[in-house]
Structure formats: C-alpha cells, structure tokens
C-alpha cells in the first residue's frame, strides 16, 4: 500500500502492520477484560491510522452474547484476562447468540487520529460477557493502516 502526502508533495508508505495472533483463554467477566494479542504498529507520518479486527465470538450460554472493542495504548502490552487499559477504540460490538455453544463472525473498525509519529503502540482487544457464561475470542485477525 502506497500513498502521497499531500501537505508536503512528498512520497511515503504509510504503515501498514498486521497479524493472526492465537486464540486468548474466555472470561465470564461482564467487565471488559484484555484478550492479550499483543499487536504492535508505529505510525510514520500523519499519526492517524484505521484499524480493522475480524474475530469470531463463542458463547456458552443460550441467550447471551460477547462485547468485542479494539483498544491501543504505548508501553508493555497487556496480558490476557487483564483489567481494560489504553484508548478505547470506535464502537463496542456487542453479539447476542440464541442457543449455547455457537458462534458469530464480528468486525471492530475504528479511525484514530493524534498518534505520535515514530512511536510504538499496542493493539488489543477488549471483550466481556454481555450479561453471563463465558465469552470465547478465536480466529482473530487484525490490520492497522496508516491514513
């Protein structure tokens, strides 16, 4: 992926940084709790940057569902199971599954702005239970491009 400041004319590659991490343990926690992933991204130039995350959330409890939120922050990343920390990132997802043991395909996307060039940030997720059960993150995959 290729882009052209327009302020300056100049020509840059705008960062672009992604990964499958594995699968974090659940939590029945209806608090957000960190998922772990451990992503990393350090913007270049505008500080400004788009994140995307497909996730499938489990549920093992009829009528309940999963919170998913992207969230990013500098320093140690967070562990999994790890009280929610960082900026919080667009819109919590919120999924509700009808019968137990199933599971939904979910996008978390957000626009930041007024990160700080050349500095490195993490990403995670935080997820919750929405009301009970255990909430169950896996097939994650994530992408973070520089705008």
Do not use: H, K
């Amino acid at each position: 992926i290729s882009g052209s400041s327009t302020a300056l004319g100049a020509s840059y590659t705008p960062v672009r940084a992604s990964a499958t991490p594995g699968n974090p343990t659940g939590t029945t926690s209806t608090t957000q709790v960190m998922a772990g992933i451990a992503g990393s991204f350090t913007p270049v130039t505008s500080g400004a940057v788009i994140i995307l995350v497909s996730v499938q959330t489990f549920q093992n409890t009829a009528t309940d569902g999963c919170q998913v939120q992207a969230r990013f922050g500098t320093g140690a990343a967070p562990v999994n199971g790890a009280a929610a920390t960082g900026t919080a990132a667009g819109q919590a997802v919120n999924n509700t599954l009808m019968l137990a043991n199933q599971s939904i395909s979910s996008a978390v996307v957000a626009r930041v702005t007024g990160l700080t060039p050349s500095t490195a940030y993490w990403l995670d997720l935080g997820f919750a239970a929405v009301t009970a059960g255990t909430c169950s993150l896996f097939n994650i995959s994530w992408t973070v491009i520089e705008t």
